[in-house]
């Protein structure tokens, strides 16, 4: 009887521990599949957002449904400036951005538009200068490129280029205020 009870226990003790591992690959299981699953999840996102959305039904929408989008650009402004400095204000806050130009390039356009909106004020008087300066962090931008993603590099480029182009229509937008005032 001693031996049936040494054997009873024993394997009592063999089937406790066989429980124990089962229960803790099943748990090493399941966290595998969920780490497998967030990555693969994250790569998607990623992969999306680097492809200009910002979701997957706006990748739908842009590549099946052919909804094609454009850049940020500018639109008709229809009040009155009385300086460009507020001109190229309304432009920085007026952006919108189309399907395939989301995720990061957005990112980076609103990025490029929040630093130059920063510098604004010191450049009340002298947008050339600014300008200058734009040019400047495009530099650095594409000096350091390879600590960003390509899309968002992208983007920041394109919202320095489009603040530039909002400093010369500034200039023009002026020039023929001063124009139908003389005449």
């Known amino acids: ?8 226990l024993f394997d009592t003790i063999d089937d406790y521990f066989s429980q124990i591992n089962g229960e803790e690959i099943a748990q090493k299981v399941s966290s595998s599949v969920n ?5 693969i999840s ?3 996102e ?12 706006e990748f739908v929408d842009g590549e099946f449904r052919d909804k094609k989008g454009s850049k940020p650009h500018f639109s008709k402004f229809l009040k009155e400036y009385s300086s460009r400095l507020e001109y190229v ?9 189309e399907i395939k130009y989301r995720g990061y390039f957005k990112e980076g356009h609103q990025e ?3 630093d130059i909106q920063l510098l604004l004020d010191s450049y009340t008087n002298n947008l050339d200068d600014l ?12 000096l350091r490129s390879s600590h960003y993603k390509k899309a968002y590099v992208n983007g920041y480029i394109n919202g320095c ?11 023009r937008f002026m020039m023929d205020k001063i124009l139908n005032e003389v005449l």
């Open 1 to 8: 009887m001693s031996k049936n009870n040494n054997k009873d």
């Open 35 to 39: 780490n497998i699953s967030k990555n």
């Open 42 to 44: 994250e790569t998607i």
């Open 46 to 57: 990623d992969s999306l957002k680097n492809n200009g959305y910002n979701n997957f039904s």
């Open 89 to 97: 204000r309304e432009a920085i806050s007026s952006v919108e951005y």
């Open 112 to 114: 490029a538009l929040h």
């Open 131 to 142: 300008e200058k300066r734009i040019k400047a962090q495009i530099k650095e931008i594409k």
């Open 161 to 171: 280029e489009y603040v530039q182009k909002a400093i010369h229509r500034s200039k």
